[in-house]
């Protein structure tokens, strides 16, 4: 088999699960033997991490600098803010409507309720939703905007780089890309062929690492069974649902948005995808997928390479659709969990903290990702803290849905902003 059929065949979607599901039986009749696979995926991920901010930094700064010379860079900038905007409230009006139709947070049965309580407050006796954790909780710490903006400014790259900030890591790379736009082409031209360098040098190495990609997925999921059991995804399996379906439904969307602008037909277009869907669901990390998402949208689908390799790493760090509509699920989840009928004001208050909250995930992950429902519930006055551990214990099936809508939903934000390619 040549390096293109073993290629395709590491990225079919039938493949990816395929391995997802044999990876959860090993771990669920196997745990002992799946436990042992996890270092397997570990080591994988971070192989990855180490690739994705180089190539990041280098996208975006060899981009900004061509586009300065061709021009435009006033206009594409404003249909980028406009675009990310209205992705934003879209996504989140559609997670708020599949929870307000679903419901799953209501008329739970008893056996249920005792799942949670024994989840959350480890009391075999507990029926109610008014679930506590033993002890004294710490005071939840807000977040404003302010601190936001305070955080994702880098003191030091290096160490920003090394922390593997992806937020912090793009605002340089805008700001020194914006800088050394304005640098005549005779000086500048050294450093282009060298951010021109890494940027290919790191995506041969990403490519190559997707080669093992169904042996690693199949020893992550493997990994994860086995220490998370059945328990606490049949006690959130409505949650999980609801989550499922409007993550499916914001899939179809953007997979529509994309098969429209690029002139492709709809056989091509999930072509294209193919590869970003498998890698998302393997790594769950949006900066790994990057390189993939711009070999799809420039090389399958025809959009301009000069506008996608800018637009890619832009709108994986700040426009967060994934998480978007996790957060406003989790919070009207919750809000039904506890009986809290919440009007169109409240509901408005819900999507528009969850965006924040999206913002304010970006180089998050797992616990810290989960964390910021927090966020959401707190201008409800609703008790995130007693619940969070149940989010927790299904997050990564959540997490491999949010990253999977924020790498599909951005590749489609990519597609608007940039102009509609040739017929191909």
Not at 127 to 133: C, F, I, Q
Not at 319 to 336: D, E, H, K, N
Not at 353 to 378: D, K, N, P, Q, R
Not at 399 to 419: E, F, Y
């Amino acid at each position: 088999m040549d390096s293109k059929k073993l290629y395709a065949l590491a990225l079919n979607p039938w493949v990816v699960v395929s391995m997802l599901a044999a990876g959860f039986a090993l771990g669920l009749y196997q745990p002992g033997v799946a436990r042992n696979l996890g270092i397997v995926g570990d080591v994988y991920v971070d192989m990855l991490k180490m690739i994705a901010l180089p190539f990041m930094v280098s996208a975006v700064i060899f981009s900004l600098q061509r586009l300065f010379r061709e021009g435009g860079a006033g206009s594409l900038l404003a249909r980028v803010g406009a675009v990310f905007v209205v992705f934003s409230i879209v996504v989140a009006a559609l997670g708020a409507a599949t929870l307000l139709v679903i419901r799953p947070g209501e008329d739970l049965s008893v056996q249920t309720r005792q799942t949670f309580g024994k989840i959350v407050g480890n009391d075999l006796n507990s029926s109610d939703t008014v679930m506590s954790l033993q002890g004294i909780d710490a005071p939840a710490k807000s977040v404003n905007f302010a601190d936001v903006l305070v955080s994702i400014v880098p003191s030091n790259i290096f160490a920003a780089l090394a922390g593997g900030e992806t937020l912090k890591a793009l605002v340089f790379a805008l700001m020194f890309g914006f800088a050394v736009g304005q640098v005549p082409s005779r000086i500048a031209d050294g450093l282009t062929y060298s951010l021109e360098t890494i940027y290919h040098a790191c995506q041969t190495l990403m490519r190559w690492l997707n080669y093992p990609l169904p042996i690693i997925l199949l020893c992550m999921s493997a990994s994860q069974m086995a220490k998370t059991g059945l328990g606490p995804l049949q006690a959130m399996a409505q949650f999980v649902l609801a989550f499922a379906v409007a993550s499916l439904l914001a899939l179809a969307l953007a997979t529509l948005i994309i098969w429209k602008r690029s002139n492709a037909s709809l056989g091509q277009t999930l072509g294209a995808l193919r590869g970003p869907f498998a890698l998302a669901l393997a790594t769950r990390s949006s900066a790994t997928c990057m390189p993939i998402m711009i070999e799809g949208l420039v090389d399958r689908l025809g959009f301009a390479r000069s506008r996608v390799e800018l637009l890619v790493p832009l709108s994986v760090s700040l426009l967060r659709v994934g998480p978007v509509i996790y957060y406003v699920a989790a919070t009207l989840f919750i809000a039904q969990l506890y009986g809290r009928v919440l009007g169109p004001s409240e509901l408005a208050i819900v999507m528009a903290a969850s965006i924040l909250a999206g913002f304010a995930s970006a180089g998050m992950t797992g616990l810290l990702t989960v964390s910021l429902v927090g966020l959401t519930c707190s201008y409800l006055g609703l008790p995130f803290e007693a619940a969070f551990i149940l989010f927790l214990a299904v997050d990564p099936i959540c997490d491999m849905l949010r990253t999977l809508v924020l790498v599909i939903g951005n590749s489609a934000a990519v597609s608007v902003v940039c102009a509609k390619p040739l017929k191909i």
